[in-house]
């Protein structure tokens, strides 16, 4: 039954919230009621429930299914940049379970941005990340030929469905200690589109990460895709104390990783490195 309208703002966001409270008892893979019975339970048209249950899609709480109504989305993958894991880790600190697709083993040239000399012979490792067994992100890994050949990582090892990157690292004695990380929101490109299942009109986001020992030397380069509607990323930030005009700097808020300087945390607009 419908919540009774004590809530402000365009009826389809009162309709929404009260879609929201009963989808806090379903669990994922529920099939909500049907547009037409929320219509008549609300005593509004079907363009507005339209609307309502299209702002839960976006929000990534419903997932539609065509021909066979709307249903309770699967949690997102949730991080905390305090904490550096790997995808295999996220997922499974979520409670789901991680897998993967190998889409490529093979040579890949260096490009300005790697944290590679230009020089070095590198491999690429493209994987199609699957959670649950649903595709949502893909990671293209950049990594050094000589380090894959001590560690033993070859086309066979990484086409294992349950193999992770961090894993087979740590137990061939590699530490990952640091790392930078960008995110930028953009529209999926075509062949991701079809790999992660979204519409034409779908927006993910870009993820770009370089790994690091404890020594600063890169281990990693990934480039990663994850549908924006299964990720999201929270951050802690500290304020930093003002001594006069000048602000401290005794937080730590800035590291080095390599020859590189990272702020830690999220920044917003441009990166400019």
């Known amino acids: 039954m419908p919540k009774a309208r004590a ?15 009963q989808i806090d008892e379903l669990r994922p893979g529920a ?17 507005t429930v339209a609307k309502a249950v299209e702002q839960l899609v976006d929000e990534g709480l419903v997932t539609r299914r065509q021909g066979s109504g709307s249903f309770v989305a699967e949690a997102p993958l949730r ?32 490009i300005e941005g790697l944290p590679y000399a230009p020089d ?26 000589e380090l894959l050949g001590a560690i033993g990582l070859d086309r066979a090892a990484a086409e294992h469905p349950n193999f ?7 137990r061939h004695g590699l530490s990952v200690a640091s790392a930078t990380e960008k995110l930028v929101a953009c ?9 992660l299942a979204l519409d034409g009109d779908a927006v993910v986001v870009a993820v770009t990460r370089h790994s690091f020992t404890t020594e600063g030397t890169p281990i990693d380069a990934v ?51």
């Open 7 to 21: 809530r402000s703002g365009p009826l389809y966001l009162q309709i929404a919230d009260g879609l929201k409270e």
């Open 187 to 195: 529209r999926a490109g075509k062949e991701d589109r079809k790999l």
């Open 223 to 273: 480039d990663a895709i994850y549908d924006a509607r299964r990720y999201t990323y929270e951050a802690r930030l500290v304020r930093q104390r003002r001594q006069g005009n000048n602000l401290n700097r005794e937080n730590h808020d800035e590291e080095i990783f390599g020859n590189r300087r990272s702020h830690l945390g999220p920044r917003l607009g441009l990166w400019n490195n």
């Open 120 to 145: 070095t012979e590198l491999m690429l490792m493209d994987r199609l990340r699957l959670m649950d067994g649903k595709a949502v992100a893909r990671h293209r890994s950049v990594l050094s030929a």
């Open 164 to 170: 992770s990157l961090y894993r087979h690292f740590e």
């Open 31 to 47: 099939r909500i009621p049907s547009e037409p019975q929320i219509a008549r339970d609300w005593g509004v048209s079907r363009f």
């Open 79 to 110: 991080r905390s940049p305090g904490y550096l894991l790997s995808f295999t880790e996220a997922v499974e600190a979520a409670g789901h379970v991680a897998s993967h697709r190998l889409l490529a083993f093979e040579p890949t040239p260096w």
